[in-house]
């Protein structure tokens, strides 16, 4: 199984709708990262999250992780269209190492 | 601040032929860099990760005489695609760290199509 997994593979909302993306891991996490990617570009960092029970916020979104250091939400309030993208987390498993991505969340605002 | 860039954005190529992408950090100093690999609607592959001054360390899998990296300075990285085929053909992407920092910052990728 994924080391990562990230749910709903895709998701469409009416503008103006909350949206929540999941990440789950099956092992403790060091790191949890949120990128945003629009199809056929690079990845634009979002947040980090470290601690246990961590929460940041950056504009209209907003991201957990929980105690356990095992699952994050990135949850977005009133989407608007600019919010459409891949987003993708990424797990670091100890200090200075590698990232593994989940398979990424499809997002899609309707006007 | 951490902007990473890449180039070529895109490159078409014959079969057998050699293409180089470079990746630099344009405002910082990089003392790591990875490449990874997407195929569409996948996710990212970490390929290799890169320090400055030694060899790269390859994922399993990854033919290490077939992607050639090359971390010269603390600024630039090269993949280099040797004998390209059609199946390389792919979204390479690189992404960089500040030291203490260890978040990755991405560069906007490069579409490879071997024909």
């Known amino acids: 199984s994924q080391e990562l997994e990230q749910s709903p593979q895709s998701l469409i909302v009416q503008e103006g709708k909350n949206l929540t993306i999941n990440c789950t891991s099956s092992k403790t996490l060091y790191g949890l990262y949120w990128y945003k990617q629009k199809y056929g570009e690079g990845l634009i960092f979002l947040m980090m999250l470290q601690k246990g029970g961590e929460e940041k916020s950056h504009e209209k979104i907003t991201a957990k992780l929980d105690e356990k250091k095992q699952q994050s939400s990135l949850h977005i309030t009133a989407s608007q269209p600019s919010h459409a993208g891949i987003y993708l987390c990424g797990a670091r498993r100890a200090a200075g190492n590698k990232l593994t991505f989940g398979g990424g969340t499809r997002v899609l605002v309707k006007p | 601040g951490a902007v990473v860039s890449q180039h070529p954005s895109r490159v078409i190529c014959k079969s057998g032929t050699s293409v180089k992408i470079e990746c630099r950090s344009l405002?910082?100093?990089?003392?790591?860099m990875f490449w990874y690999r997407q195929f569409p609607k996948q996710s990212l592959m970490l390929m290799a990760t890169s320090n400055e001054g030694s060899k790269a360390t390859y994922e399993q899998g990854v033919e290490k005489d077939k992607f050639l990296i090359n971390h010269a300075s603390l600024t630039l990285s090269t993949l280099t695609v040797t004998s390209a085929h059609p199946e390389d053909s792919s979204f390479y992407i690189c992404s960089a760290t500040i030291l203490v920092q260890e978040t990755q910052y991405f560069g906007p990728g490069t579409r490879l199509l071997v024909l």
């Open positions: 405002d910082f100093q990089a003392t790591t």
